[in-house]
């Protein structure tokens, strides 16, 4: 049996200026896939190959495959949703799978939306999949689906889902099969080197409002770090990986996992042939202050802030966990331990101005970070936030989701203002950056290091490909009244979705009401204890059922704060 796994060709100006990345959620299923015997699979990169349509229909009935699987965030849903029509054109008789974060929670709207999908993987992949190929291969299929577990499909008019699967809960039995990709085309712009994405930990015990990762992953697990470093070692024996970053949310909130990984990197003589880079928050990095020197020995040399941390300045429903001395003061840490730091930042929720966002400008000039984002906030249609907003979303059309394009408009602001502003802080902070930061400031690995990123930005620039800036036709000010980002205003959200969200609205509405009493029945407790002089115990992770529901969770928890840690064992 054969099975094709293809990557939709969606390209949005943000992250990928850095270079061609290799797609992760290949190597995990292709891996798990191996294991259980099914070792005739055939990838097909339509993004980093820029394959059209046309190319793909070809590539389908040549490789002639009796599954086909794609992936899709919210942004590229549309193109993996085409990607599965093409299939089903070439053999009605293929059947058509897609996993991921948005078909995931937007199910209905997608099989609404694409009724020539066959079955969409909710959750991780790695054991439905194997499930899913073993009733095709046994003929089983799609008679047993509503055995298996995490699916969802069309039964004639009515959307079915299956029960939820349960997270992969032995993480160690993870064993990606990175051999699939082409390797040569991966190269990361800043070093020169091959790039790979290697994931270590599953999940965040924190729960943004704006954010779709903890409701994803759900519990927070963590590999073994030897595994983990076995796979790099891997990569950088079999592919030449130079660079790679984690693919996790929360990588340090395990300190002490994340000790034994750099532990290991150093042991094993790696650092020398590879260098990483994470995602993190603020109040990690400020727990370690004294071990940045080790993880900059270990090769971290790429640290990324949440992008909450600096909005929480002005976006207090994000709920404000650091200080703007915090901030600074990571930030300083991290430059000291030579450890370049990106600062994020949301804008352009519906309370946005010219004067916030001068203040986020001037915020990165004062923080002075080596590298800034401006991001735009993106309502993933699946958050707490989004429910939130109500009618300030008006756009449907969820190929623009991408963080470069403002989905909300601001009260005070058009959509293009808003643009122009972000680039204006762009330029203002990366010119100086160029002229008088970069090429003086540091030596070394340093300098080739900011001079690459600023190399990846420039050639994007000219290319006109970061924020999609030439497809939208912005040129500067003086364009900013003509911008145009091609809204397609006819894309709606799928009665059956819409009914779905009434549903899971007045569910965690009661939820929310169960809650507060609990809360407020604990607060009681707790002033008791206090007043007893009783110790306070750290809060533990959450977990399970708790984490299916939004409304359900615990205190809302930016990405640069909290004072949660995962205990140390384990
Ligand atoms: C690496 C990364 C990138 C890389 C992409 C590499 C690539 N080619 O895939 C780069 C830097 C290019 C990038 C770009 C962008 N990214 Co990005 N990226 C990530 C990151 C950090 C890790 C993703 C990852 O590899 N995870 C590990 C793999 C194993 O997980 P996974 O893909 O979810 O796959 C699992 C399951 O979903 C499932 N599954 C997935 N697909 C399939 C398919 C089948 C058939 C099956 C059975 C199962 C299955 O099984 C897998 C294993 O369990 C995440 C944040 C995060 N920490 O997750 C953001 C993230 C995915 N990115 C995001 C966004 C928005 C973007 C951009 C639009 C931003 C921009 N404008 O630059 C672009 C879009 C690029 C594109 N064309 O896809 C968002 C998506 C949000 C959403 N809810 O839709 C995320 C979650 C970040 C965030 N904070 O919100 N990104
Ligand atoms: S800390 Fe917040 S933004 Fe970061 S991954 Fe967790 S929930 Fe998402």
Not at 322 to 349: K, M, P, S, Y
Not at 470 to 498: L, M
């Amino acid at each position: 049996m054969r099975i094709m796994l293809i990557h939709p060709n969606y390209h949005s100006g943000g992250a990928e200026i850095a270079g061609n990345w290799p797609p992760a959620w290949v190597a995990y299923i292709a891996g798990s896939l191996k294991g259980a015997g099914f070792t005739d699979i055939v990838f097909v990169d339509a993004m980093t190959n820029h394959l059209s349509d046309e190319a793909l229909r070809a590539e389908i009935a040549r490789v002639d495959p009796d599954i086909v699987g794609t992936t899709a965030i919210t942004p590229s849903i549309y193109k993996a949703e085409r990607v599965l029509e093409i299939a089903k054109e070439v053999n009605p008789q293929i059947v058509t799978i897609i996993g991921g974060v948005h078909a995931t929670f937007m199910y209905k709207q997608v099989l609404s939306e694409a009724p020539w999908i066959d079955a969409v993987v909710r959750g991780e992949g790695e054991e439905i999949i194997v499930d899913l190929c073993t009733a095709v291969l046994n003929g089983r299929w799609p008679a047993d689906r509503n055995a298996i577990r995490g699916l969802a499909f069309r039964e004639g008019d009515t959307i079915v889902a299956s029960p939820a699967a349960p997270t992969v809960k032995n993480v160690d039995a993870i064993s990606p099969d990175w051999s699939l990709l082409e390797w040569e085309k991966y190269v990361y712009i800043p070093l020169g080197v091959r790039v790979a994405i290697p994931n270590m930990a599953r999940g965040c015990p924190f729960t943004c409002t704006f954010c779709s990762q903890w409701k994803f992953w759900r519990d927070y697990r963590v590999r073994e770090p030897k595994k983990v470093v076995d796979e790099i070692e891997g990569l950088v024996r079999d592919h030449q990986v130079g660079f790679f970053i984690l693919a996790d949310e929360e990588p340090t909130i395990n300190k002490k996992k994340f000790m034994a990984f750099c532990r290991e990197l150093i042991d094993r003589g790696l650092p020398d042939k590879v260098k990483w880079g994470i995602n993190t928050r603020v109040t990690d990095i400020l727990r370690d202050i004294d071990d940045l020197k080790f993880y900059r020995e270990a090769g971290l040399v790429h640290v990324s802030l949440g992008t909450e941390a600096a909005a929480q300045m002005k976006l207090d429903r994000f709920n404000k966990e650091t200080t703007i001395d915090d901030n600074r003061r990571a930030i300083q840490a991290l430059r000291d331990a030579d450890i370049f730091v990106e600062a994020q930042f949301i804008v352009g929720l519906e309370n946005e101005t010219a004067e916030t966002l001068e203040e986020t400008y001037r915020m990165a000039r004062d923080w002075d970070p080596d590298l800034a984002n401006w991001s735009m906030y993106t309502p993933w249609p699946y958050t707490p936030l989004f429910q939130d907003l109500g009618d300030k979303v008006e756009i449907y059309d969820f190929e623009k989701y991408n963080f470069v394009t403002p989905i909300i408009k601001p009260d005070a602001l058009e959509r293009g203002e808003l643009l122009d502003r972000v680039m204006n802080n762009y330029r203002r902070f990366y010119m100086k950056k160029a002229l008088f930061d970069y090429p003086w400031k540091g030596k070394g690995f340093r300098r080739r290091y900011l001079l690459g990123c600023l190399k990846a930005f420039l050639k994007a620039g000219f290319q006109r490909t970061f924020y999609d800036l030439g497809k939208v036709n912005y040129w500067g000010p003086q364009s900013k009244g003509k911008v145009d980002f091609h809204f397609d205003e006819t894309r709606r959200i799928a009665p059956a979705q819409a009914d779905d969200w009434e549903a899971a609205a007045e569910r965690a509405a009661a939820h929310r009401k169960a809650k507060q009493s609990a809360a407020l029945r604990e607060r009681a407790a707790v002033a008791k204890a206090a007043r007893a002089d009783v110790r306070e115990t750290a809060p533990g992770v959450l977990s399970g059922p708790e984490m299916d529901d939004p409304a359900a969770s615990a205190p809302v928890m930016a990405c640069g704060g909290g004072k949660q840690q995962l205990a140390q064992e384990a």
